[in-house]
């Protein structure tokens, strides 16, 4: 089945400071892999599209000079959470399109602990 | 405006007992609707969705448009069921196909 990779598993930053996110389709190409944020005990909350080289379309309130997205090529998308803060703090979750519509298959998660 | 809703934010019965996950659209056009399941330290995966019109795991889900609901249902709830249950709005005919999630009920099944 189609698998979903993100690498670190968890990462802790002083403040500051920028981490670097990656998210992988291992056995199959993704043209569209989705951010999400989620917080403790709460639901996903999508942070923006990632488009194999193009742009990222990022969603109403999340910052896009704070959080840079690159799909450089159909396996690999990156999330970088640039001069971290405390209030950065938070589970990341990856995920990529699926065959059919709306499908998508997700990543394990990062947890990134901004000090 | 798109929307999901699940009123329940936590869910607990007891083994054996049926089960009712509660889903609530808002959609102007056809939706595409799905379950999501997160277990304890795994992550999410698509449980079932509503074009399929399959059960998995003994859970079925049937599409209401005149309720826009699309609630989860299982006849016998079984302890391996506890785990976070989303339910999703594909965003369909939009290119990206991205998600909208509901805030999600936890279920714990007791013994």
């Known amino acids: 089945g189609a698998v979903v990779s993100q690498h670190p598993s968890w990462v802790i930053c002083k403040s500051g400071t920028s981490v670097k996110i990656e998210c992988r389709s291992l056995?199959?190409?993704?043209?569209?892999m989705f951010w999400y944020r989620q917080f403790p005990k709460q639901s996903l909350m999508l942070m923006a599209t990632?488009?194999?080289?193009?742009?990222?379309?990022?969603e109403q309130g999340v910052e896009k000079d704070k959080f840079l997205i690159n799909h450089a090529s159909l396996t690999l998308s990156t999330l970088t959470v640039t001069s971290a803060h405390p209030e950065d703090s938070s589970f990341y979750i990856c995920?990529?399109?699926?065959?059919?519509?709306?499908?998508?298959?997700f990543g394990p998660g990062t947890r990134l602990t901004v000090t | 405006a798109q929307r999901v809703t699940q009123p329940e934010k936590l869910l607990s019965v007891f083994k054996g007992a049926p089960v009712e996950l509660k889903c609530n659209y808002s959609y102007s056009g056809s939706p595409e609707l799905f379950w999501y399941v997160q277990y304890s330290r795994q992550r999410l995966q698509l449980l079932l969705r509503?074009?399929s019109r399959e059960s998995i795991k003994g859970f079925t889900a049937d599409l209401n448009k005149g309720e826009t609901s699309f609630h989860l249902k299982k006849p016998f709830a079984q302890e391996e069921d506890s785990a976070m249950y989303y339910c999703a709005l594909s965003n369909y005919g939009g290119a990206t196909n991205k998600l909208i999630f509901g805030t999600g009920t936890l279920l714990a099944v007791q013994p």
């Open positions: 995920s990529a399109g699926g065959g059919g519509a709306g499908e998508q298959y």
């Open positions: 509503h074009i």
């Open positions: 056995d199959f190409q993704a043209t569209t």
């Open positions: 990632s488009n194999e080289g193009s742009k990222a379309t990022y």
